[in-house]
């Protein structure tokens, strides 16, 4: 072992000990060689696998929402179950940037080894209305763009494609119509989409439940974009199959 890598480990060992980290998903001790999930956690990791399979439940909720076109890729990194329901929340209201960092260059990984995702050329979060952003500080969806787009070197990060013109009233209590009708003006492209000649566009997100609020975003774009050309793609942190 090299003097440089033993020092490190030496010293995140004695970080650990004064200021403990704990896996995410079950709340273990971490050891210093672990990284947000402890080892066993990282052996259950539910994976969805939907990079490999174009066609997939996710993808099928998606296109059922959006306005005519090619059938729409989507893919999220896991599966929203059991301690694994906890990350998301994580990042989104607990200001966990770490775990939004290590679980987003994940999912880029696996965007760059999809055969139908790794032609991505431009990245698109989720925006948040600017007023929920202000009062938040950071939009979750961006950190997950920024981090997928160092995977994918020859994809730009768009903030400024598409906004959020309304703060839409809670999901909670709706089911999968409900939410869309709901959610579905609440998203506008800019005119900056006038000038955006991208050949795949990814939408990102932290979670996808029913799909409505990424149908919302991708009927915005299609609606903007020149001639339509664009395909448009969406990828998630995680899949939560419950709706
Ligand atoms: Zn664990």
Redesign the pocket.
Known sequence: MKTSSFLKEAADSVADLVSPRN?I??G?DLYSVEDE??I??LCDFPLTRYERISRNPMADKLNSFVKKGPYLYATALFFHLN?YSSITPAIKYRRNFAAGRYFSSMLGEKILESEYLRDVDCIVPVPLHPFRKFKRGYNQAEIIAREVGKMLPQAEVRCDLLRKRKSSSSQVKLNREQRYLNIKDAFAATAKCRDAHYSHILLVDDVFTTGSTLAACCNALKKALPNGSARISVATLSFDEQM
Do not use: T
């Open positions: 896996c998903a079950c273990r999930l402890c066993p956690c301690g």
